[in-house]
């Protein structure tokens, strides 16, 4: 019996060392998980299953094996045999309707009349161009949807925004121009929707205040009613789901299954992988590099999204972007510019538009925009926030990338 105390005292000695050695280990793997992904502070703390799930250097990160070489305009033709590039097993697109192509996959718990009101149609005249004897779908039944003809370009004087004009931040010589004409080509080939667009980004682009509103929203464009018929073109798109856009996210994580919603998004699929499956886009607008603080890794990761992109038919529109928090002197927007210039592909140069506004555009922790909830452009506060330009300028952006889609049908 005396032997108990002096037992009961070491077992507890023992407890405690293993205590404090556990929580020294959690701590380590919290800071090894911020380091990996990039989250800027602030951002919550990973859970355990974050932490473990993660590597932790961002070697564990880089892709095996990128070939960030320019693709050439020449070898994006349908009719070049060189060019042709075979869809990855995990995409399969689905079937073009007649006129535009445009369709829809059904997903789980959606009734047609919510699709309806979602494409601006009827659900009558979805019964009817699909030949439907019922309105009950199917989770990945493909729907045809109307064809969409847009609303004709009004005839504007020069368009300016805040003292630019619009070819200081909407890059697009006609090098360019004769490229995305190439690339809608053969994205038609492959069957890719003329009328959706994707995006790709982190918070900065989340569907809280980045274009959802031009569909949730009553809005006015003010002096760029112009713009409407981007709207009308790619109605459905701007305030669905974003599976390749989240909050901290970084470039290497895109193609991580990690990061892809689950419910969603299949066990091993990654965010772009998922995006592309629900989407089908035709372009992709790329706002990302907020939280990428290494340069050499950011432009790899930039070329691997844009060669994924290109390979599959679709346009990518580059955007730079307003802070500098892991980015001093906007070294990811030099690279954004270069890899822009050496694909031929449309920069939205998004960081000129944010050097006219007061700080830049941004809030207090300098990486978000300050905000516009009013979508009325017709307001003064619309032309000295982050948010009030990025969704107008960003609409531009949309606008001539669209307008050399109308070209190439009209020469079809």
Known sequence: MKQFPKIFFMAVIITGITLVALLLQLSRASADWGAASGRVDG?????????????????????TAVVPTPVAAATLSSGSA??????????????????????????????????????????????????????NLDAGQVLLLP?????????VPAIMVNGLTLEQFIIMPPDVQANVRAIFERGQALGRDPMAF?????????????????????????????????????????????????????SRQIFLSDYADPQYCGEDESMIDCEWRHQNPS???????????????FETEMRRIVNYALERGTVPIIGTKADQYLDPGYGNNRILRQIANDYRLPLWDFQ???????????????????LFYEFDWRMAEAYRTGHGLQNLTALMALDAVLQEYESLKQAQ
Do not use: C, W
């Not at 951002?43 to 892709?63: G, K, Q």
């Not at 064809?147 to 005839?155: E, F, K, L, Q």
């Open 43 to 63: 951002e919550p703390l990973p859970t355990l299953v974050e932490m473990v799930n993660v590597p932790t250097s961002s070697a564990a990160l880089a892709p």
């Open 82 to 135: 060189a060019g042709a590039v075979a869809i990855p097993p995990t995409f399969t697109p689905p079937p073009v309707a007649a006129g535009n192509g445009r369709v829809h996959i059904v997903e789980e718990g959606e009734t047609l009349v919510q699709i309806a009101d979602r494409f601006r149609t009827t659900a009558t005249e979805l019964m009817a161009l699909n030949k439907l004897n019922s309105a």
């Open 147 to 155: 064809t969409v003809t847009p609303s004709p370009a009004a005839t």
């Open 198 to 250: 994707s995006i790709i980004g982190d918070s900065t682009v989340e569907m809280l205040n980045f274009l959802t509103g031009f569909e949730t929203l009553a809005f006015h464009l003010g002096n760029y009613d112009y713009l409407q018929r981007v709207l009308d073109a790619y109605t459905g798109s701007f305030a669905r789901p974003r599976f390749a856009v989240e909050q901290g996210i970084h």
């Open 283 to 297: 372009v992709v607008i790329i706002r990302i590099g907020s939280n990428d603080g290494k340069p050499e890794l």
């Open 352 to 370: 000129r538009v944010a050097n006219t506004l007061p700080d830049n555009g941004l809030l207090s922790d300098r990486v978000h925009l300050t």
